[in-house]
């Protein structure tokens, strides 16, 4: 019987054993299957790909989508088609995998009107094996192309600009909003560009103006405009997109035409006006006048002058023409200084006049400047001269302009030769003769006669300026000067005579000459080479370089000779020795050193003879000839050379110079023999010295000589000399460019470089060009009659390191030829002429001038239908009336007409001139003015101030309205009353009567004022009226009280009728009326005109006006019934009268809604947002007291508080863990500090942190963006206001920009603006993504506003993510795909594992009731006890808060993409992980996933306290499905285990070897079974082995590692490599306790061979079908199993019924060492739990399939296979889930 309980019990672990292998290995097989339609690569689900528009049909759009599964051959396992596909611009080949643009037909266009800017469609896969269906999203950006040109929206563009205009003004906005130019493409190609280009029909346009910002095309003037130059400006503008290749770039041109109004820049201009050449100046004008001395005013006045005077404006198209200045002229200064005397000038008319008669004694002439100027103070006004000659007899002597003349000429110069007047001989002696009784610019017509040597020079006759010429020739060497006097005599008179001193110039006439002709001269043969033989001088009496000596010896010296060229001295030659008795016979020749051609000399003979030597030697120098180089600059005194000599005999020695220094330059010690400097040097006069110098000792033949050459170097001390003889006047033909103009040619005396000459001009570069030998020709064709001569300066420099330069300025003449038509003085001529002159009046001159020299002009009317109306004379240019002209005739209401005239040039051959003249027809007056009345009468105080009113004239004219003749204006007659035209005036328009002085007259007094009335009409028309005025008694004029009244403040609430003050005066028997008469216009006061009370009128508003002054009045009742009021100092007064201030304003929020953000990691008391509120009243009315009205908060928290007075809203809390939150309240302002008035706004303060925000990154410092940042938020307001109306810009930061690894460099040179924006729709932080998108996409635009605020090249660089969203990305990124699937596939093992540990724990607790029931046996000293029903677990205690998360906790949020993914996201504060979404089919239920080890430990120890289930196992048949029922235990609250990371199938591999083991199942009956399977409120736990699927690939063996069994992929894990623990190595080998619990009993020994056999069992069933395994379970049933030879006989046990919960049972040895060894590795089981192993190690050699298979194993809960099924409620949900069920309620699926 134990036997067969034993065969059971091996029976049934067996089959559950191998039931689970086939599950597990059934599973991983199908697992497979759901690979196919998966995407095989790695990164997002989404495929992105980017195409450019307009590509053509069939481009590749996806090469291959690397889905899992074949689409194609004879086995597809998947199945592809597109969704979504809308428009079908996509084609799908399901073989390749590959997408293609479907454009057949159509054009794929990302501009207008299509749009399409990507394309989104979804390819399907359908796994053909299991029938799951999977979408992949492929995105198909369409990316613009450069293929529309910009578009202006006007076809031409229109501005206008004033000439007075700045430069730098900008003078067109109208390419500003939409009015400029658009391109339709994106981006960078749709970006406009403005600049200006070339026009070519205005090539100054673009000179003239810019663009200088040319994204916003404002146009900038560049240059200064003048409207006399240019009136209108034709610019082209080029727009163009900024696309990045620069050649695919498109353009578009549109034209703007500026047109350049007149302003007033110019001052008047006197007529004649003749510009000066390249100007708008006039050349100066003279006017001329002529009056005879001492005539009288009345004879000469007015003065006539030539031409006459006239001055107009040269802003002639001012408008409007009301606009255009008047003229006035007047005497500016003049000479002699007491003119005023004399003359005065009309300061309209410009007449002259004169004032007394002149003596011409005392003034011979008056040279006057006039002066014309606008009469609106224009500050440029013009001058011209005026000069008047006194005309008078002569009375006068002549006289010499210079006391003495001083003259040159040269000793060479031919007869009639005129004198110079300087050493250079360049300019002639000028002799001025003048006579007082001439002008001084008019020949006198004197006769000079010379007082001496009258023979040699004489003087011209004639002219102003007088020449002297030579009579006979002239020899300085027999007279150098001349002195003689000349006398002027006007035929009545002579002059004082005036000395000249005329000084004959040197010339080359002289020859050298020696004093003697031949010289005897005896030498000694002991004479050395160098000894002085003879020196030898000769005399030339030029001077200079003309009597200059060189010496040379030109024959018989035989070379024993030689001679000094300079001093004429006579050595020894070098290396020579002379012979006694020879004799030598020299020829030697002196010239002097003038020009070659002009070069004298003469010749001597020296004879020599050689004598034997003396007996004495004479003194030696050490050497006969020295050379030595000097500077010219050298100072004076300088040591030059040591000459000293040495005597045989040691005799003094004397030096001298004996010759070469006759100006004595050189000094020479007589003792000790030092040359030095004596004299300055010149090496231009002198520039090489040969110095003889001897020495001697006393004796007559004790001398020797030696020569000194002494060059001078040269330095730059002289400048360039022209050469005077060359001609300075030139001419030149005008309109021919390059014609030569003369030749210039200077010298330079200094040597090398410093004597090269250079030339340039020194002015009118742009005119002329000179060469380098100084021919001057025309640059460009010149002008005669811009300018017809030129003064061209010539500069010649040399070519020193510092050069010198001196000019030469030629006069050049520029010969005219016809080239110009003759040109009116003005092009249009506007004349007024009135109806019915009759015919032959002369209305106006025209006048045309021929720049052309000998021009004749002569005029003509070019219109023929007007020749009937007017004549031109054809010379004078007179235009007449031919007949009247009648207004009436007209029809048009201003009568006119216009006609063409010409002129042009009788002899000359070019086109005549034209002209337009508009003669304007005038209307004449015909009506006067009529005045209302004839007598007007006024009454005044005797004491009225100046402009006192007294009454008022009114006049008519019966003219049509509208013209000048039916304008009125008064004025007063002076002529029949003067005086009282002296004391009273009318005003001119108004016709008021007022006084002119402070009057101080006599009361009663009546005056008469005739007033004169008159029109601007033409003729003028008057007509008079007489006003009698009354002077008034002082007793009947009222006097106030006081000169001033200040009432009490009023109130601005007074209402009408309130009293301000009362004012009084009095007047004897009179009844005074009170009245308001100035200060009172808006009527806000009142005044009862008979008690002086003044009231309030209307309503006060101090706001508007603080204060009034009133001016009151106090007439008498007489008067004032007479209407004839009288103002005088006493009857008027000032009234002052202050408002005072009330609080009738309440304050006013600048806002009606502010919004704000604060963050959440934000302080106590961090400042949020500033609110100010205004008000209109003043004092303590406008000072504001701010509270808050905040609703509830939780926990009674207040959120925020604001500063009483300063408006400033701070936190009141922390704001943790409230991202998204947001706070709406009111803040009320009351102003008097809070008592007064109030007003409220509304506030929304949203919670945000850093996920919300962008950085803004600028190039300029964080300074200036705090400074100007209010301005910058109000444009990023206006940019983020176009995508979402009303959102707010709220400034997070301000700091230095942070770059570089993590950044955490900082550069102060550049900012980090972090800002965030706030929606008011939502009330919460507008996406950070969406903030990017608005502001980047306006990058541009942004940049332009801020340009003004950052300054030059100030510019915003990037927006870019904050640091701590970035860092908390790139940790987010590190995870990847792949570890997110894995910590999945974790989760779902570890949720399918949940099912084997309750398996192995019902398992163990049957095992256990199972052996005690077996065993009965009482050798176990402390039996386990039965299996008792778990008290039911306690309700979960809630779990501890957990901690604040980290900064950037909740910024997993915004990772990833979420509209891919579609995550849910947890809310904020969760401790979840988020994991991929999946089908329950794919990865089960995810609840969550604690990271808190504590936590773990405390829910375990709660689910040890759980009931643990019942779990009853019966013996499977064949086909059948083993099942094992777990009791459902008691309902409890659902609580969140955190899940350990142990090793499951490990354990539950022991669990079952132990089952196997130990053969403690039972062998239940049928009904039993059928019993709890009807058992309501079960779990069902189905263990299922397939047959087909139970392959030996899939089995692992029992030695394997347990850490095998945790892998969730092949090359990645969550868990990290750890060491093998205790039971792997258990599994591998039998543990200590095993082999020391075993007894040598025949029981212990039958048992470990029963445990080796289930050992065998258990891999048989892992390499056979499930069938083969339950056949041999049924045979061992059926027979008794065969034992081995060693197991003892086993004692035989009564079966028992299964014991009860209370029930103890006894083991004997053997079960007790089996149950020891139970108990040990379940122990080591739960130890390795607790440690929480984390080791994943490397599969066995034998195991790679399983380890190749270990992420299909996760995905299906293990190997082990197992699945829990969904629960249900009753059985017959249960049977429909079990098709092979049987009628008896068994599964026989298997």
Same mark, same amino acid.
């Given at each position: 019987?134990?036997?067969?309980?034993?065969?059971?019990?091996?029976?049934?672990?067996?089959?559950?054993?191998?039931?689970?292998?086939?599950?597990?290995?059934?599973?991983?097989?199908?697992?497979?299957?759901?690979?196919?339609?998966?995407?095989?690569?790695?990164?997002?689900?989404?495929?992105?790909?980017?195409?450019?528009?307009?590509?053509?049909?069939?481009?590749?759009?996806?090469?291959?989508?690397?889905?899992?599964?074949?689409?194609?051959?004879?086995?597809?396992?998947?199945?592809?088609?597109?969704?979504?596909?809308?428009?079908?611009?996509?084609?799908?080949?399901?073989?390749?995998?590959?997408?293609?643009?479907?454009?057949?037909?159509?054009?794929?266009?990302?501009?207008?009107?299509?749009?399409?800017?990507?394309?989104?469609?979804?390819?399907?896969?359908?796994?053909?094996?299991?029938?799951?269906?999977?979408?992949?999203?492929?995105?198909?950006?369409?990316?613009?192309?450069?293929?529309?040109?910009?578009?202006?929206?006007?076809?031409?563009?229109?501005?206008?600009?004033?000439?007075?205009?700045?430069?730098?003004?900008?003078?067109?906005?109208?390419?500003?909003?939409?009015?400029?130019?658009?391109?339709?493409?994106?981006?960078?190609?749709?970006?406009?560009?403005?600049?200006?280009?070339?026009?070519?029909?205005?090539?100054?346009?673009?000179?003239?103006?810019?663009?200088?910002?040319?994204?916003?095309?404002?146009?900038?003037?560049?240059?200064?405009?003048?409207?006399?130059?240019?009136?209108?400006?034709?610019?082209?503008?080029?727009?163009?997109?900024?696309?990045?290749?620069?050649?695919?770039?498109?353009?578009?041109?549109?034209?703007?035409?500026?047109?350049?109004?007149?302003?007033?820049?110019?001052?008047?201009?006197?007529?004649?006006?003749?510009?000066?050449?390249?100007?708008?100046?006039?050349?100066?004008?003279?006017?001329?006048?002529?009056?005879?001395?001492?005539?009288?005013?009345?004879?000469?006045?007015?003065?006539?002058?030539?031409?006459?005077?006239?001055?107009?404006?040269?802003?002639?198209?001012?408008?409007?023409?009301?606009?255009?200045?008047?003229?006035?002229?007047?005497?500016?200064?003049?000479?002699?200084?007491?003119?005023?005397?004399?003359?005065?000038?009309?300061?309209?008319?410009?007449?002259?006049?004169?004032?007394?008669?002149?003596?011409?004694?005392?003034?011979?002439?008056?040279?006057?400047?006039?002066?014309?100027?606008?009469?609106?103070?224009?500050?440029?006004?013009?001058?011209?001269?005026?000069?008047?000659?006194?005309?008078?007899?002569?009375?006068?002597?002549?006289?010499?302009?210079?006391?003495?003349?001083?003259?040159?000429?040269?000793?060479?110069?031919?007869?009639?030769?005129?004198?110079?007047?300087?050493?250079?001989?360049?300019?002639?002696?000028?002799?001025?003769?003048?006579?007082?009784?001439?002008?001084?610019?008019?020949?006198?017509?004197?006769?000079?006669?010379?007082?001496?040597?009258?023979?040699?020079?004489?003087?011209?006759?004639?002219?102003?300026?007088?020449?002297?010429?030579?009579?006979?020739?002239?020899?300085?060497?027999?007279?150098?000067?001349?002195?003689?006097?000349?006398?002027?005599?006007?035929?009545?008179?002579?002059?004082?005579?005036?000395?000249?001193?005329?000084?004959?110039?040197?010339?080359?006439?002289?020859?050298?000459?020696?004093?003697?002709?031949?010289?005897?001269?005896?030498?000694?043969?002991?004479?050395?080479?160098?000894?002085?033989?003879?020196?030898?001088?000769?005399?030339?009496?030029?001077?200079?370089?003309?009597?200059?000596?060189?010496?040379?010896?030109?024959?018989?010296?035989?070379?024993?000779?030689?001679?000094?060229?300079?001093?004429?001295?006579?050595?020894?030659?070098?290396?020579?020795?002379?012979?006694?008795?020879?004799?030598?016979?020299?020829?030697?020749?002196?010239?002097?050193?003038?020009?070659?051609?002009?070069?004298?000399?003469?010749?001597?003979?020296?004879?020599?003879?050689?004598?034997?030597?003396?007996?004495?030697?004479?003194?030696?120098?050490?050497?006969?000839?020295?050379?030595?180089?000097?500077?010219?600059?050298?100072?004076?005194?300088?040591?030059?050379?040591?000459?000293?000599?040495?005597?045989?005999?040691?005799?003094?020695?004397?030096?001298?110079?004996?010759?070469?220094?006759?100006?004595?330059?050189?000094?020479?010690?007589?003792?000790?023999?030092?040359?030095?400097?004596?004299?300055?040097?010149?090496?231009?006069?002198?520039?090489?010295?040969?110095?003889?110098?001897?020495?001697?000792?006393?004796?007559?033949?004790?001398?020797?000589?030696?020569?000194?050459?002494?060059?001078?170097?040269?330095?730059?001390?002289?400048?360039?000399?022209?050469?005077?003889?060359?001609?300075?006047?030139?001419?030149?033909?005008?309109?021919?460019?390059?014609?030569?103009?003369?030749?210039?040619?200077?010298?330079?005396?200094?040597?090398?470089?410093?004597?090269?000459?250079?030339?340039?001009?020194?002015?009118?570069?742009?005119?002329?060009?000179?060469?380098?030998?100084?021919?001057?020709?025309?640059?460009?064709?010149?002008?005669?009659?811009?300018?017809?001569?030129?003064?061209?300066?010539?500069?010649?420099?040399?070519?020193?390191?510092?050069?010198?330069?001196?000019?030469?300025?030629?006069?050049?003449?520029?010969?005219?030829?016809?080239?110009?038509?003759?040109?009116?003085?003005?092009?249009?001529?506007?004349?007024?002429?009135?109806?019915?002159?009759?015919?032959?009046?002369?209305?106006?001159?025209?006048?045309?001038?021929?720049?052309?020299?000998?021009?004749?002009?002569?005029?003509?009317?070019?219109?023929?239908?007007?020749?009937?109306?007017?004549?031109?004379?054809?010379?004078?240019?007179?235009?007449?009336?031919?007949?009247?002209?009648?207004?009436?005739?007209?029809?048009?209401?201003?009568?006119?007409?216009?006609?063409?005239?010409?002129?042009?040039?009788?002899?000359?051959?070019?086109?005549?001139?034209?002209?337009?003249?508009?003669?304007?027809?005038?209307?004449?007056?015909?009506?006067?003015?009529?005045?209302?009345?004839?007598?007007?009468?006024?009454?005044?105080?005797?004491?009225?101030?100046?402009?006192?009113?007294?009454?008022?004239?009114?006049?008519?004219?019966?003219?049509?309205?509208?013209?000048?003749?039916?304008?009125?204006?008064?004025?007063?007659?002076?002529?029949?009353?003067?005086?009282?035209?002296?004391?009273?005036?009318?005003?001119?328009?108004?016709?008021?009567?007022?006084?002119?002085?402070?009057?101080?007259?006599?009361?009663?007094?009546?005056?008469?004022?005739?007033?004169?009335?008159?029109?601007?009409?033409?003729?003028?028309?008057?007509?008079?009226?007489?006003?009698?005025?009354?002077?008034?008694?002082?007793?009947?004029?009222?006097?106030?009280?006081?000169?001033?009244?200040?009432?009490?403040?009023?109130?601005?609430?007074?209402?009408?009728?309130?009293?301000?003050?009362?004012?009084?005066?009095?007047?004897?028997?009179?009844?005074?009326?009170?009245?308001?008469?100035?200060?009172?216009?808006?009527?806000?006061?009142?005044?009862?005109?008979?008690?002086?009370?003044?009231?309030?009128?209307?309503?006060?508003?101090?706001?508007?006006?603080?204060?009034?002054?009133?001016?009151?009045?106090?007439?008498?009742?007489?008067?004032?019934?007479?209407?004839?009021?009288?103002?005088?100092?006493?009857?008027?007064?000032?009234?002052?009268?202050?408002?005072?201030?009330?609080?009738?304003?309440?304050?006013?929020?600048?806002?009606?809604?502010?919004?704000?953000?604060?963050?959440?990691?934000?302080?106590?008391?961090?400042?949020?947002?500033?609110?100010?509120?205004?008000?209109?009243?003043?004092?303590?009315?406008?000072?504001?007291?701010?509270?808050?009205?905040?609703?509830?908060?939780?926990?009674?928290?207040?959120?925020?508080?604001?500063?009483?007075?300063?408006?400033?809203?701070?936190?009141?809390?922390?704001?943790?863990?409230?991202?998204?939150?947001?706070?709406?309240?009111?803040?009320?302002?009351?102003?008097?500090?809070?008592?007064?008035?109030?007003?409220?706004?509304?506030?929304?303060?949203?919670?945000?942190?850093?996920?919300?925000?962008?950085?803004?990154?600028?190039?300029?410092?964080?300074?200036?963006?705090?400074?100007?940042?209010?301005?910058?938020?109000?444009?990023?307001?206006?940019?983020?206001?176009?995508?979402?109306?009303?959102?707010?810009?709220?400034?997070?930061?301000?700091?230095?920009?942070?770059?570089?690894?993590?950044?955490?460099?900082?550069?102060?040179?550049?900012?980090?603006?972090?800002?965030?924006?706030?929606?008011?729709?939502?009330?919460?932080?507008?996406?950070?993504?969406?903030?990017?998108?608005?502001?980047?996409?306006?990058?541009?635009?942004?940049?332009?506003?801020?340009?003004?605020?950052?300054?030059?090249?100030?510019?915003?660089?990037?927006?870019?993510?904050?640091?701590?969203?970035?860092?908390?990305?790139?940790?987010?990124?590190?995870?990847?795909?792949?570890?997110?699937?894995?910590?999945?596939?974790?989760?779902?093992?570890?949720?399918?594992?949940?099912?084997?540990?309750?398996?192995?724990?019902?398992?163990?607790?049957?095992?256990?009731?199972?052996?005690?029931?077996?065993?009965?046996?009482?050798?176990?000293?402390?039996?386990?006890?039965?299996?008792?029903?778990?008290?039911?677990?306690?309700?979960?205690?809630?779990?501890?808060?957990?901690?604040?998360?980290?900064?950037?906790?909740?910024?997993?949020?915004?990772?990833?993409?979420?509209?891919?993914?579609?995550?849910?996201?947890?809310?904020?504060?969760?401790?979840?992980?988020?994991?991929?979404?999946?089908?329950?089919?794919?990865?089960?239920?995810?609840?969550?996933?604690?990271?808190?080890?504590?936590?773990?430990?405390?829910?375990?120890?709660?689910?040890?306290?759980?009931?643990?289930?019942?779990?009853?196992?019966?013996?499977?048949?064949?086909?059948?499905?083993?099942?094992?029922?777990?009791?459902?235990?008691?309902?409890?609250?659902?609580?969140?285990?955190?899940?350990?990371?142990?090793?499951?199938?490990?354990?539950?591999?022991?669990?079952?070897?132990?089952?196997?083991?130990?053969?403690?199942?039972?062998?239940?009956?049928?009904?039993?079974?059928?019993?709890?399977?009807?058992?309501?409120?079960?779990?069902?736990?189905?263990?299922?082995?397939?047959?087909? $699927?139970?392959? #030996? !690939?899939?089995?692992? *063996? +029992? @030695? &394997?590692? /347990? %850490?095998?069994?945790?892998?969730?992929?092949? =090359?990645?894990?969550?868990?990290?490599?750890?060491?093998?623990?205790? $039971?792997?190595? #258990? !599994?591998?080998?039998? *543990? +200590? @306790? &095993?082999? /020391? %619990?075993?007894?040598?009993?025949?029981?212990? =020994?039958?048992?470990?061979?029963?445990?080796?056999?289930?050992?065998?069992?258990?891999?048989?069933?892992?390499?056979?079908?499930?069938? &083969?395994?339950?056949?041999?379970?049924?045979?061992?049933?059926?027979?008794?199993?065969?034992?081995?030879?060693?197991?003892?006989?086993?004692?035989?046990?009564?079966?028992?019924?299964?014991?009860?919960?209370?029930?103890?049972?006894?083991?004997?040895?053997?079960?007790?060492?089996?149950?020891?060894?139970?108990?040990?590795?379940?122990?080591?089981?739960?130890?390795?739990?607790?440690?929480?192993?984390?080791?994943?190690?490397?599969?066995?050699?034998?195991?790679?399939?399983?380890?190749?298979?270990?992420?299909?194993?996760?995905?299906?809960?293990?190997?082990?296979?197992?699945?829990?099924?969904?629960?249900?409620?009753?059985?017959?949900?249960?049977?429909?889930?079990?098709?092979?069920?049987?009628?008896?309620?068994?599964?026989?699926?298997?």
């Amino acid at each position: 019987m134990l036997q067969q309980c034993y065969l059971w019990k091996w029976l049934a672990s067996g089959i559950i054993l191998g039931a689970l292998f086939a599950l597990c290995f059934g599973q991983y097989d199908d697992d497979w299957q759901y690979e196919d339609c998966k995407l095989a690569r790695g990164g997002p689900p989404a495929t992105i790909v980017a195409i450019d528009e307009e590509s053509r049909n069939g481009t590749i759009l996806v090469d291959n989508m690397l889905i899992k599964g074949t689409a194609g051959g004879p086995d597809p396992t998947i199945e592809l088609s597109l969704k979504d596909n809308v428009d079908y611009w996509v084609l799908l080949d399901p073989v390749k995998q590959m997408l293609f643009l479907n454009s057949t037909g159509r054009v794929l266009d990302r501009d207008p009107p299509m749009n399409i800017h990507s394309i989104v469609v979804q390819v399907q896969c359908i796994n053909k094996k299991v029938g799951t269906v999977i979408y992949h999203e492929v995105r198909i950006v369409v990316r613009d192309r450069n293929d529309n040109s910009p578009t202006f929206k006007h076809d031409s563009y229109y501005a206008t600009v004033n000439e007075l205009t700045p430069v730098g003004t900008t003078i067109f906005t109208g390419f500003s909003g939409d009015n400029g130019a658009t391109d339709i493409d994106d981006g960078p190609n749709g970006q406009i560009e403005y600049v200006i280009q070339y026009n070519p029909d205005d090539p100054t346009s673009n000179d003239t103006f810019e663009i200088p910002l040319m994204l916003t095309g404002n146009v900038v003037l560049r240059k200064r405009l003048n409207y006399e130059d240019k009136t209108r400006y034709f610019v082209i503008i080029q727009a163009n997109d900024r696309a990045q290749n620069l050649n695919e770039r498109r353009t578009t041109t549109t034209t703007l035409t500026v047109d350049i109004l007149d302003g007033d820049d110019l001052g008047p201009m006197f007529l004649p006006c003749v510009l000066v050449p390249n100007t708008r100046d006039c050349r100066p004008l003279t006017y001329q006048a002529a009056i005879p001395e001492l005539r009288t005013p009345e004879e000469l006045n007015p003065i006539i002058v030539t031409p006459p005077i006239q001055a107009v404006d040269q802003d002639r198209n001012i408008q409007p023409p009301s606009d255009r200045p008047g003229i006035l002229y007047s005497i500016l200064v003049g000479t002699p200084e007491d003119y005023p005397r004399f003359f005065q000038m009309h300061p309209r008319t410009a007449e002259l006049s004169l004032l007394e008669p002149v003596n011409r004694d005392f003034h011979q002439k008056f040279d006057l400047v006039i002066k014309a100027e606008q009469d609106n103070g224009h500050p440029l006004p013009a001058f011209a001269s005026l000069h008047i000659e006194i005309l008078d007899e002569n009375n006068q002597s002549p006289y010499f302009t210079m006391p003495s003349y001083q003259g040159y000429i040269l000793e060479s110069a031919p007869v009639g030769a005129t004198i110079s007047d300087s050493l250079n001989l360049t300019t002639p002696l000028r002799i001025v003769a003048l006579d007082k009784d001439i002008e001084d610019t008019k020949d006198p017509e004197l006769h000079l006669f010379l007082n001496d040597y009258t023979s040699v020079f004489t003087v011209t006759q004639t002219g102003i300026t007088r020449y002297l010429t030579l009579l006979q020739p002239v020899d300085r060497e027999e007279q150098q000067t001349y002195t003689f006097s000349i006398t002027a005599f006007d035929g009545v008179q002579e002059s004082e005579p005036v000395i000249v001193n005329i000084r004959v110039m040197d010339a080359n006439d002289n020859t050298p000459t020696f004093p003697e002709i031949s010289y005897d001269v005896y030498v000694y043969t002991d004479m050395s080479p160098g000894d002085s033989v003879i020196q030898l001088t000769a005399v030339d009496a030029d001077e200079g370089p003309n009597g200059e000596i060189t010496y040379d010896i030109l024959v018989g010296a035989q070379g024993d000779f030689a001679i000094n060229r300079t001093s004429g001295l006579v050595t020894v030659a070098p290396g020579r020795a002379l012979t006694v008795g020879r004799t030598y016979a020299l020829t030697v020749q002196a010239a002097d050193n003038a020009p070659p051609a002009e070069r004298r000399h003469s010749i001597c003979t020296v004879y020599i003879e050689v004598l034997p030597p003396n007996n004495q030697s004479p003194p030696r120098f050490p050497q006969l000839m020295y050379s030595l180089e000097i500077s010219e600059a050298m100072r004076i005194g300088a040591v030059l050379l040591n000459l000293q000599a040495t005597d045989r005999e040691g005799d003094p020695i004397t030096y001298a110079i004996e010759n070469g220094d006759p100006q004595r330059v050189f000094n020479l010690s007589e003792t000790t023999g030092i040359l030095t400097l004596g004299k300055a040097l010149d090496r231009e006069s002198t520039d090489r010295y040969i110095l003889i110098v001897t020495a001697s000792d006393g004796r007559p033949d004790g001398t020797s000589t030696a020569t000194v050459n002494v060059v001078v170097t040269d330095v730059n001390d002289n400048a360039p000399m022209f050469d005077p003889y060359l001609p300075r006047n030139l001419s030149v033909v005008e309109e021919e460019a390059n014609a030569f103009v003369g030749q210039v040619r200077a010298t330079d005396p200094d040597a090398g470089i410093n004597g090269q000459v250079h030339y340039s001009l020194g002015n009118f570069n742009n005119l002329f060009r000179i060469t380098s030998n100084g021919s001057i020709y025309t640059a460009v064709k010149l002008n005669r009659e811009v300018r017809d001569s030129y003064q061209l300066v010539v500069v010649a420099t040399d070519g020193a390191v510092h050069p010198r330069h001196s000019t030469l300025t030629l006069a050049i003449k520029v010969l005219d030829i016809d080239d110009n038509s003759p040109v009116f003085t003005n092009s249009t001529y506007t004349v007024v002429v009135e109806e019915n002159l009759p015919a032959g009046t002369t209305f106006l001159q025209i006048e045309a001038k021929d720049v052309d020299l000998g021009a004749n002009v002569s005029y003509r009317i070019r219109s023929p239908e007007v020749k009937h109306f007017f004549a031109l004379h054809p010379f004078t240019g007179e235009l007449s009336l031919l007949r009247s002209l009648d207004y009436e005739s007209f029809p048009e209401q201003e009568a006119s007409i216009t006609f063409l005239v010409e002129a042009f040039d009788i002899y000359g051959t070019m086109p005549p001139g034209i002209a337009t003249v508009t003669v304007i027809v005038k209307d004449m007056n015909d009506y006067p003015p009529v005045f209302s009345k004839r007598i007007y009468k006024g009454m005044v105080a005797p004491d009225a101030v100046k402009g006192t009113p007294i009454t008022t004239v009114y006049a008519e004219d019966a003219d049509p309205p509208g013209l000048p003749a039916s304008r009125v204006r008064y004025r007063v007659d002076d002529v029949q009353f003067p005086y009282p035209a002296s004391i009273f005036d009318v005003e001119e328009d108004s016709g008021r009567v007022i006084t002119r002085v402070n009057l101080n007259e006599e009361p009663t007094t009546i005056f008469k004022l005739v007033v004169v009335a008159f029109d601007d009409g033409e003729p003028v028309m008057s007509s008079s009226a007489t006003v009698k005025i009354l002077v008034l008694h002082p007793g009947e004029i009222p006097r106030f009280t006081q000169e001033e009244y200040r009432p009490p403040p009023v109130s601005e609430l007074a209402t009408r009728g309130t009293m301000v003050g009362v004012i009084s005066a009095a007047a004897i028997n009179q009844s005074i009326v009170y009245s308001i008469v100035a200060g009172n216009e808006e009527d806000m006061f009142g005044i009862n005109n008979i008690t002086g009370v003044i009231y309030v009128n209307a309503p006060l508003d101090y706001e508007t006006r603080t204060s009034y002054v009133l001016r009151v009045q106090a007439d008498s009742l007489e008067v004032v019934l007479a209407n004839l009021r009288v103002p005088s100092k006493s009857n008027t007064a000032k009234v002052y009268i202050e408002i005072q201030d009330e609080n009738d304003h309440p304050p006013v929020f600048q806002k009606k809604f502010y919004i704000g953000g604060v963050s959440e990691d934000a302080r106590m008391f961090t400042s949020v947002l500033r609110v100010k509120a205004t008000d209109k009243d003043t004092g303590n009315y406008s000072a504001m007291a701010y509270r808050l009205i905040i609703p509830p908060i939780k926990e009674g928290k207040e959120g925020f508080v604001v500063e009483t007075y300063t408006g400033l809203i701070k936190t009141a809390m922390l704001f943790h863990n409230m991202r998204r939150s947001y706070f709406k309240f009111q803040v009320i302002a009351t102003d008097n500090y809070g008592q007064g008035l109030s007003g409220k706004a509304d506030v929304l303060v949203s919670v945000v942190n850093q996920l919300d925000m962008q950085v803004i990154v600028s190039n300029v410092p964080p300074t200036l963006v705090e400074k100007k940042i209010e301005d910058l938020t109000e444009i990023l307001d206006r940019y983020v206001q176009e995508q979402i109306p009303g959102a707010k810009v709220v400034v997070e930061s301000i700091g230095a920009r942070r770059h570089g690894d993590a950044f955490s460099l900082e550069d102060y040179t550049k900012c980090d603006l972090t800002v965030y924006a706030i929606d008011p729709q939502t009330n919460r932080a507008i996406d950070r993504n969406e903030l990017f998108k608005f502001l980047d996409g306006k990058l541009l635009d942004i940049n332009k506003d801020f340009q003004p605020h950052y300054g030059e090249g100030g510019r915003i660089l990037e927006i870019r993510t904050p640091e701590a969203v970035t860092s908390i990305k790139k940790r987010g990124e590190s995870l990847g795909y792949t570890e997110g699937a894995l910590l999945a596939l974790a989760f779902i093992i570890i949720l399918c594992c949940i099912p084997a540990i309750l398996v192995v724990l019902v398992s163990y607790r049957q095992f256990k009731v199972r052996q005690a029931e077996c065993t009965k046996t009482a050798r176990i000293q402390s039996a386990l006890p039965a299996a008792k029903p778990a008290a039911p677990a306690p309700a979960p205690v809630a779990a501890p808060p957990p901690p604040p998360p980290p900064p950037g906790a909740h910024l997993y949020e915004e990772l990833g993409d979420s509209t891919m993914h579609k995550y849910e996201m947890p809310q904020y504060g969760s401790r979840r992980r988020l994991l991929p979404p999946a089908g329950p089919e794919e990865y089960g239920e995810v609840v969550g996933e604690a990271e808190e080890e504590e936590e773990y430990e405390e829910e375990e120890e709660k689910a040890k306290k759980i009931k643990k289930p019942k779990v009853e196992i019966r013996e499977p048949s064949e086909e059948e499905e083993v099942v094992v029922t777990i009791e459902k235990p008691p309902p409890a609250e659902p609580t969140y285990t955190t899940w350990k990371r142990a090793r499951i199938f490990p354990m539950i591999f022991k669990k079952v070897r132990g089952l196997a083991d130990r053969r403690a199942l039972a062998d239940l009956e049928g009904e039993e079974w059928q019993r709890r399977l009807e058992e309501a409120e079960k779990d069902y736990l189905k263990l299922t082995l397939d047959q087909e $699927e139970a392959t #030996e !690939s899939t089995v692992e *063996s +029992e @030695e &394997e590692s /347990s %850490s095998d069994y945790t892998e969730y992929s092949e =090359e990645e894990s969550e868990f990290s490599e750890s060491e093998t623990t205790e $039971e792997e190595s #258990e !599994s591998e080998t039998p *543990s +200590e @306790e &095993e082999e /020391s %619990s075993t007894p040598e009993s025949e029981e212990s =020994e039958s048992t470990e061979s029963e445990g080796e056999k289930a050992r065998k069992n258990i891999f048989l069933a892992r390499r056979r079908p499930v069938v &083969e395994e339950v056949k041999e379970v049924k045979s061992r049933k059926k027979g008794p199993p065969e034992e081995p030879e060693e197991e003892p006989p086993v004692e035989e046990e009564k079966e028992e019924e299964e014991p009860t919960a209370g029930e103890e049972s006894e083991l004997g040895p053997a079960e007790e060492a089996v149950a020891l060894e139970a108990t040990e590795e379940a122990s080591t089981e739960s130890a390795s739990v607790e440690r929480g192993v984390d080791s994943e190690e490397e599969s066995e050699p034998g195991s790679s399939g399983s380890s190749s298979s270990s992420s299909s194993e996760s995905q299906s809960g293990g190997p082990w296979g197992f699945q829990v099924p969904p629960y249900a409620n009753s059985r017959d949900a249960r049977r429909e889930r079990s098709p092979g069920t049987s009628s008896e309620g068994y599964n026989t699926a298997l």
